[in-house]
């Protein structure tokens, strides 16, 4: 992450010594095209429900506290809402009591972790996707593959986020542990459809361009090819 890099050059690192490489997400894979409309009617929910998902850990640093007590305020406005939590975490009991004591737990489905070859499906079958942690490195691989998919994203303002999305372009950064004002987004973007498709439309070209896995793999053997060569001469 470039502020990770900032970090090493203040510690003394030599700048032209770094070379910043993304994880890089598979747009292949994490394409608009993987929408299951067969996921829905598993989950039980109408065709047209609205469906927001988060698929951070269930622990402290992720803070699914504050979305939570969001989802609930989101509710009052948009009953239909859905919320897919997916992860797994010590909070686990916590949140779902939490949900309970809200009076909206009928409104938010905990799946556990997921496996690889289900997340494109859950992403793109979605209509907003959250993060509400409190720390990352750089841009978290979840949002990436949610942008990927086609999705517009409402993430806290931590890091690098705000060099991935623009807010009020692509998405929404919202302050850490603000659960009224991560309500007032997500509703923002449930009740506009339209926004939501050009803001997915966006973030997937963000990713195609700035953030390929086949891309940033390329950078990495262009730089092992120019070590190899100094290293023969």
């Given amino acids: 992450a470039q502020h990770l890099a900032e ?21 292949r894979k994490f394409h608009p095209e993987r929408r299951d409309p067969q996921l829905r009617e ?13 698929l951070r850990n269930l622990a402290p640093l992720y803070d699914l506290e504050s ?25 686990r009991n916590y949140l779902e009591e939490l949900a309970v004591t809200l009076g909206i737990a009928g409104s938010i489905i905990f ?3 997921l496996p690889d070859t289900d997340l494109p499906r859950y992403l793109a079958s979605a209509d907003v996707y959250v993060s ?27 890091g690098d986020n705000g060099q991935w999305v623009k807010d009020g372009e692509g998405g929404y950064l919202v302050p850490l542990k603000s ?22 439309q966006i973030n997937r070209s963000v990713i195609e361009e700035r953030n390929s896995y086949h891309n940033e793999m390329a950078k990495v053997e262009r730089i092992y090819r120019q070590l190899a060569k100094e290293h023969k001469s």
């Avoid at 409190?134 to 990927?148: C, F, I, Q, R, V």
């Avoid at 987004?185 to 926004?195: C, E, V, W």
């Fill in 67 to 91: 979305l939570i007590r969001a989802a609930a305020l989101v509710l009052k406005e948009v009953p239909q809402t859905t919320f897919i939590i997916a992860g797994k975490g010590e909070q």
């Fill in 42 to 54: 598993k989950l039980g929910l109408a065709p047209d429900a609205p469906l927001v998902i988060s």
């Fill in 132 to 158: 509400t942690s409190l720390s990352d490195a750089g841009l978290a691989a979840s949002t990436a593959e949610a942008m990927a998919c086609g999705l517009p994203v409402v993430i806290t303002d931590f």
């Fill in 111 to 113: 799946v556990g972790s």
């Fill in 179 to 200: 659960p009224t004002i991560l309500a007032e987004k997500i509703i923002h973007l449930l009740k506009d459809a339209q926004l939501r498709t050009r803001w997915g």
């Fill in 7 to 27: 970090s090493m050059i203040e510690l003394g690192a030599a700048r032209e010594k770094i070379q910043i490489i993304y994880f890089g997400t598979d747009t």
